[in-house]
């Protein structure tokens, strides 16, 4: 079991950045990898990003690719989010989860993973 704490969420204007951080503990690189959902208003929890503790098998939801881009630092158990070219669609609360030790679902479903984190709200609006 390990515990996820998310931040870096604010508000922005339509067309600038945030950076989200997601600090592991609890033997977090045990987890085959970490992954961004988020939850608007209007919506049920969706899948965002995924990355593994190791290898280049990122991957992204078709509504954040080519402006979001996970990234990860293993020695300081945290997984970075960038995102670029902020719509108002993107507001909502953006959780990390950890990913079961022992699952062969896909990344992009809410089952497969077994922490999560608190969130941080993003708010873009002008």
């Known amino acids: 079991q390990v515990d996820l704490v998310e931040s870096g969420g604010g508000w922005v204007q339509p067309g600038g950045s945030l950076r989200l951080s997601c600090v592991a503990s609890?033997?977090?690189?045990?987890?085959?990898?970490l992954a961004w959902f988020r939850q608007s208003q209007a919506n049920e929890r969706e899948f965002v990003a995924y990355i593994p503790w190791s290898g280049p098998n990122e991957e992204y939801a078709d509504s954040v690719k080519d402006r979001f881009t996970v990234y990860r630092d293993i020695v300081k158990n945290t997984v970075y989010l960038e995102m670029n070219g902020l719509r108002s669609e993107d507001t909502a609360i953006y959780y990390c989860?950890?990913?079961?030790?022992?699952?062969?679902?896909?990344?992009?479903?809410?089952?497969?993973?077994?922490?999560w984190g608190q969130g941080t709200q993003v708010t873009v609006s002008s």
């Open positions: 609890g033997r977090a690189n045990a987890s085959p990898g």
């Open positions: 989860a950890r990913r079961r030790s022992s699952s062969i679902g896909p990344s992009t479903v809410e089952g497969s993973y077994d922490a």
